[in-house]
């Protein structure tokens, strides 16, 4: 079954403990991204990926880093987590950019105390 | 930069009324390309339509239909014969060539329809 899987789903952690989201696909999908939705704010698009080893910030990248070793994953490092960072993430790929449609995981929900 | 409006933050509607979702855009660019997505209450995100700049033909697939207008900027998505199945949080995004080389993609802010039987 074609799918992005994010793990974990459910996280909650204190202010300052490295955390990494895990985020895979399965369909050899070029294009990879991450998001964050808010109440009010919708989804805001934090880094995405053209392919293996190229990445770049979108418009909330402060305080998240990424990295595209592998065509299939694009893991989330939040190296010193906040809590305005507390929100809801989402994981997409598409075939090749953001001109085609995205096929999104399933969120993980983070908790920043 | 490129903008995208959803200026209804909640429409509430009677089952098999007809709704209609608004959303508006900025755009420097002249080919860009235009989304809705769908996230029912159980959270996931699901893709509904893309629309390039150059088609502004309408389309229609069952009860869904949308209305493409470059001279006001705008995408609008319209439920015909609203189901409670329709219930769910609707988003608007854009993407082109001159924000990221069509790499960023705008969400607008979504707009929650409630159908209640």
């Known amino acids: 079954e074609a799918q992005v899987t994010q793990n974990p789903r459910y996280l909650i952690t204190v202010t300052g403990k490295k955390l990494t989201v895990t985020c895979s696909q399965n369909?050899?999908?070029?294009?990879m991204s991450w998001y964050r939705q808010d109440p009010g704010l919708g989804l805001r698009q934090i880094y995405y990926?053209?392919?293996?080893?190229?990445?770049d910030k979108g418009d909330v990248p402060e305080g998240y880093k990424v990295s595209r070793k592998e065509k299939r994953n694009f893991p989330l490092i939040l190296e010193s987590p906040s809590p305005n960072q507390t929100s809801l993430y989402f994981c997409?790929?598409?075939?090749?950019?953001?001109?085609?449609?995205?096929?999104f995981g399933p969120g993980t929900r983070l908790t920043v105390t | 930069a490129q903008k995208v409006t959803q200026a209804q933050t909640e429409i509430s509607v009677v089952e098999k009324e007809d709704v209609t979702l608004d959303c508006v855009y900025e755009?420097?660019?002249?080919?860009?390309?235009l989304f809705w997505y769908k996230q029912p209450p159980s959270g996931e995100l699901v893709f509904l339509i893309r629309?390039?700049?150059?088609?502004?033909q309408n389309e229609i697939s069952g009860r869904y239909s949308w209305n493409f207008q470059k001279s006001t900027s705008s995408f609008n998505f319209t439920i015909t014969a609203s189901q409670v199945v329709d219930s769910a949080v609707y988003f608007c995004a854009l993407s082109g060539p001159n924000s990221g080389g069509y790499q960023k993609v705008t969400f607008g802010t979504g707009t929650k329809l409630q159908v209640i039987p």
């Open positions: 755009t420097r660019d002249t080919t860009y390309y």
């Open positions: 990926s053209m392919n293996v080893e190229v990445t």
């Open positions: 997409a790929s598409s075939i090749a950019g953001g001109i085609y449609e995205q096929y």
């Open positions: 629309r390039n700049s150059f088609d502004e």
């Open positions: 369909m050899n999908h070029e294009y």
